[in-house]
Structure formats: C-alpha cells, structure tokens
C-alpha cells in the first residue's frame, strides 16, 4: 500500500501559507504573491514551496523572494501551530517558472498564426 502522507501535509502546507500569506503577513513586497505547489520530502523535513508573482522585472522577482526569506520564520512557526505534525519542515521558497513559460509559449503560438496569414 501506498504512503500518501507527503502529498496530504503538501496540500495542507500549500492551504495554510496562503492564508497567512494573506492574512498575517504584511510585507508590501509579497502582495501579489500566489503559492502554486508544494513539494515535502518523503520524511516531511523539507518542504519547498513555488510561488508565481505579477511582477516580470528581474528586481521586483529579487524584492519578492527576499519578502519570502524574511517572512519564512513567522510561515514556519504558523505552521507548526497549525498543523498536527511531529516536526514542521523547514521551508524554502522559489519561484514558480511555469507561468512565465506557459506566456512563451502562448507568445510563439500567437505569432505562428500571425506568420501564416
């Protein structure tokens, strides 16, 4: 039978930091902030978190994620408030590329159908 256990604390990762995201954390450089997905470590030690963010610029992309390295404490301590788990993982943020891949791609399928007409 299948350990599943990962997944199940992933969603309740992903649940709890967008909310105190929103509710708890008030650094203005992670308004816009979305959590995607969350991925824990098989012995729930480490959970890296993706996030995807309005802002394209190189140095809006660097503000967000110091935002999140500085916030990662009180994510963490929420956390293990929240959730009924022996040791809360230690956290880690990047950044989500598949949106801005996902726009690359529906840029080149826009300018294909432009060339063929």
Do not use: C, W
């Not at 995607?36 to 098989?42: D, L």
């Not at 959730?83 to 300018?111: C, M, W």
């Amino acid at each position: 039978m299948a350990n599943y256990r990962d997944r199940r604390v992933a969603q309740e990762i992903l649940r709890e930091v967008n909310d105190i995201l929103q509710k708890k954390v008030r650094d203005p450089r992670i308004e816009n902030v979305t959590i995607t997905e969350v991925r824990v470590t098989g012995d729930l030690q480490q959970a890296t978190i993706y996030y995807s963010s309005l802002g394209d610029k190189a140095s809006e992309m660097q503000k967000v994620q110091q935002g999140l390295e500085n916030a990662s404490g009180l994510v963490r301590r929420e956390i293990g408030h929240r959730l009924q788990i022996y040791k809360t993982p230690e956290l880690i943020f990047e950044r989500d590329s598949s949106v801005a891949y996902g726009n690359h791609i529906d840029d080149l399928l826009r300018n294909l159908n432009k060339k063929e007409y």
